[in-house]
């Protein structure tokens, strides 16, 4: 049996969660159900924190990716760790204005923000913006001067390495649709028209290679390729950059299958090597951002479903069916992203055979979870799924009108909503039947 990290099981050999009995949970609230561990997503924020601390001396700044799981209480949870924000949209944007989020602190990306998105950033003041294309830059600078304001800004650089995951996690390879690349000079030729511009301010460069690394490798070579870059930027352009961001991708344990990366010592190594290579070249090391998403969340979440039919078995496919599916996990249709599922009330139970776990919207393709093993289910078991913190509810849709699930957050035995249950008013909330029909 697989615990994702947040588990444990409790005297009655339920799943439990922050202290909550995770049937209970399904009882209370209604199913389908994220539910999210506060106690291991303040761990995680603080074992970034201290690593960067521990190797960098503390000179940079851990940004929380919003958009692997995004709503106002996470933001409240990320300011009060003392993290960054990244965001990369005006609705996360938005987001973390409401929440009161410090706006020095946001960092917005976004490889093709609208006019309407910039303005939102530049009126409030956000920390920086990350120019992803020459179009772009243009624009910010349009806006900027028209509000009368200077905006700091990051530039997102495609460093050409193959980070060796799933190619639609792959985002440093010089043909990706992010940002500027190196090795045809265009990153720096926008660079210097930058340089140029009265109301922009050159903060930095940015990467992010991919997602759900495991190897060290990677982050290696990107950390010198950048620096090697920050480097030329100052004997050609003669403009003295403060700060590298090399994004995020730390990989996770989504299933037994995955290994687990140790925090520590994968920051240990990049700050390292981000040392060397200034050293090498004797330049004062940068200020270092790191943009972890997934690794602060992915592990603290589960979902919990109701089963409402068993199909199958005796030769055929054993189809567990559950009340949800796609529309709140669309993660296996996109790129067949490995889950592990146990049942609430009987974690330990054994297998008996392979299942596949599905959901209930009208697509055959609607799957969580193919050829797991799974023990004897029956209807109204409640099933979680595990590990679904990251890209599950800031992925969902309605998808055959169906409303999104709750959030809930759990931390010693207290549940508490942090996104209600959408309802069917909220469904047709904006619908118009115009007066001609
Ligand atoms: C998505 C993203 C991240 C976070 O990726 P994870 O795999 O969730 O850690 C970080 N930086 C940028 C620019 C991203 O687009």
């Known amino acids: 049996m697989f615990l994702s990290e947040a588990l444990s099981i409790n005297s009655k050999g339920h799943l439990e969660i922050g202290g909550c009995d995770a049937v209970e949970l399904a009882r209370e609230f209604g199913t389908p159900l994220y539910v999210m561990d506060e106690g291991l997503i303040r761990r995680n924020c603080s074992s970034f924190r201290d690593s960067l601390m521990k190797h960098y001396g503390g000179n940079g700044l851990i940004l929380y990716a919003s958009k692997a799981f995004c709503a106002m209480a996470m933001c409240r949870i990320i300011e009060s760790e003392g993290l960054g924000l990244d965001v990369a949209s005006g609705g996360e944007l938005y987001t973390a204005i409401k929440s009161g989020f410090s706006m020095e602190r946001v960092y917005f990306h976004g490889n093709n923000k609208t006019e309407g998105e910039i303005e939102l950033a530049v009126e409030n003041n956000v920390g920086r913006i990350i120019i992803d294309n020459r179009e772009e830059l243009f624009k910010v600078h349009r806006l900027a001067s028209g509000l009368g304001r200077k905006v700091r800004v990051t530039f997102r650089i495609k460093p050409g390495i193959d980070a060796h995951t799933h190619d639609a996690v792959k985002t440093g390879m010089s043909n990706s649709k992010f940002g500027l690349t190196l090795e045809n000079g265009e990153a720096l030729e926008v660079i210097s028209q930058a340089k140029a511009m009265e109301n922009i301010i050159i903060k930095g460069i940015h990467c992010h290679i991919g997602s759900q690394l495991f190897h060290i490798a990677p982050y290696k070579a990107a950390a010198q390729t950048m620096v090697d870059f920050l480097d030329r930027i100052r004997k050609t352009l003669g403009v003295e950059l403060e700060e590298i961001n090399l994004g995020g991708g730390f990989?996770?344990?989504?299933?037994?299958?995955?290994?687990?990366?140790?925090?520590?010592?994968?920051?240990?190594?990049?700050?390292?090597?981000?040392?060397?290579?200034?050293?090498?070249?004797?330049?004062?090391?940068?200020?270092?951002?790191?943009?972890?998403?997934?690794?602060?969340?992915?592990?603290?979440?589960?979902?919990?479903?109701?089963?409402?039919?068993?199909?199958?078995?005796?030769?055929?496919?054993?189809?567990?069916?559950?009340?949800?599916?796609?529309?709140?996990?669309?993660?296996?249709?996109?790129?067949?992203?490995?889950?592990?599922?146990?049942?609430?009330?009987?974690?330990?139970?054994?297998?008996?055979?392979?299942?596949?776990?599905?959901?209930?919207?009208?697509?055959?393709?609607?799957?969580?979870?193919?050829?797991?093993?799974?023990?004897?289910?029956?209807?109204?078991?409640?099933?979680?799924?595990?590990?679904?913190?990251?890209?599950?509810?800031?992925?969902?849709?309605?998808?055959?009108?169906?409303?999104?699930?709750?959030?809930?957050?759990?931390?010693?035995?207290?549940?508490?909503?942090?996104?209600?249950?959408?309802?069917?008013?909220?469904?047709?909330?904006?619908?118009?039947?115009?007066?001609?029909?």
């Open 251 to 437: 990989g996770v344990r989504y299933t037994a299958r995955h290994s687990s990366i140790d925090i520590d010592s994968f920051i240990g190594e990049i700050c390292r090597t981000v040392k060397e290579e200034c050293e090498k070249r004797g330049i004062k090391p940068p200020a270092l951002l790191l943009e972890p998403g997934r690794s602060i969340v992915a592990p603290a979440g589960i979902t919990l479903y109701t089963v409402g039919t068993v199909k199958g078995g005796n030769g055929f496919n054993r189809y567990i069916i559950v009340d949800g599916g796609m529309a709140d996990n669309p993660r296996y249709v996109l790129y067949q992203a490995p889950y592990e599922a146990l049942l609430a009330h009987h974690p330990q139970a054994p297998a008996v055979s392979e299942a596949t776990i599905a959901g209930k919207s009208c697509e055959s393709g609607d799957i969580l979870i193919r050829n797991i093993a799974m023990p004897e289910v029956k209807p109204g078991d409640i099933l979680a799924v595990l590990a679904t913190g990251a890209y599950n509810y800031s992925m969902s849709s309605n998808y055959n009108r169906l409303p999104r699930p709750a959030v809930l957050l759990v931390r010693n035995g207290r549940a508490r909503v942090i996104v209600k249950r959408e309802d069917y008013e909220d469904i047709v909330r904006n619908d118009i039947i115009p007066d001609d029909l």
